[in-house]
């Protein structure tokens, strides 16, 4: 069985501040792990995604995530915050034969000016 | 190119009826997942077609049921509401060969 564990579920920062969101994994098979993104009143909106391959990947808006195997961590981060990334952030996992995602409790990113 | 779509935005039903949410995948893509996202938490697989049959689902009784079309669109279909039922249902869908999930907007239903 998968499951995701997203360690903060509020982080708050300033403005062109550097953030880190926490993710961690666990999983018996191959995995693939995403990042989401939601505003309020909206669907989820992808950020990122790990398949295979370098284990450090970029998405949207400046974000990007590492995939490390041996501490099951796939951390998102930003060189530099706006007021516009305030949002509900979720981590994500799939499996290898098995499309349907797991999700993590997500974590509440409030940028401050 | 047009995104998930999902229809209606919001519904509100009285427990013990039963609602028919509809969703329009992205063009190209075979796969729809369903998800149950209650207020506060991460979203909670309901349940995946492909080809027009279920390929999986989670851990939600069987008054939760749905369809595929021959045109990938799909329902998700729930009888006899109950209040825990009051949630954001997400429709998302999957590229061809892939893995990865796109979602539509929700649908946020209200049961009283």
């Known amino acids: 069985a998968q499951s995701v564990t997203q360690l903060d579920s509020q982080v708050p920062v300033f403005e062109e501040a550097p953030v880190e969101l926490r993710c961690n994994y666990s999983s018996s098979v191959s995995v693939y792990l995403f990042w989401y993104v939601q505003y309020p009143n909206q669907g989820l909106q992808l950020l990122l995604k790990?398949?295979?391959?370098?284990?450090l990947v970029k998405g949207i808006n400046g974000f990007e995530a590492e995939f490390n195997k041996s501490q099951t961590s796939f951390h998102l981060r930003k060189p530099s915050v706006h007021i516009s990334d305030t949002a509900e952030y979720f981590c994500a996992s799939g499996a290898e034969g098995r499309r349907a995602l797991t999700f993590g409790s997500g974590t509440r990113l409030q940028v401050q000016p | 190119e047009t995104g998930v779509t999902q229809s209606p935005t919001h519904l509100i039903k009285t427990r013990g009826q039963q609602v028919t949410l509809r969703c329009s995948s992205q063009s190209g893509h075979n796969t729809v997942s369903w998800y149950q996202q209650a207020l506060g938490q991460g979203p909670q697989f309901i349940f995946q077609?492909?080809?027009?049959?279920?390929?999986g689902r989670g851990n939600f009784p069987p008054r939760f049921s749905g369809l595929q079309f021959p045109n990938y669109s799909s329902e998700l279909n729930v009888n006899a509401l109950e209040l825990d039922d009051s949630a954001l249902y997400l429709c998302?869908?999957?590229?061809?060969?892939?893995?990865?999930?796109?979602f539509g907007p929700g649908t946020r239903l209200t049961v009283t």
């Open positions: 077609y492909y080809r027009e049959e279920e390929n």
């Open positions: 790990y398949l295979s391959g370098s284990t």
């Open positions: 998302a869908s999957t590229p061809k060969n892939s893995y990865e999930q796109y």
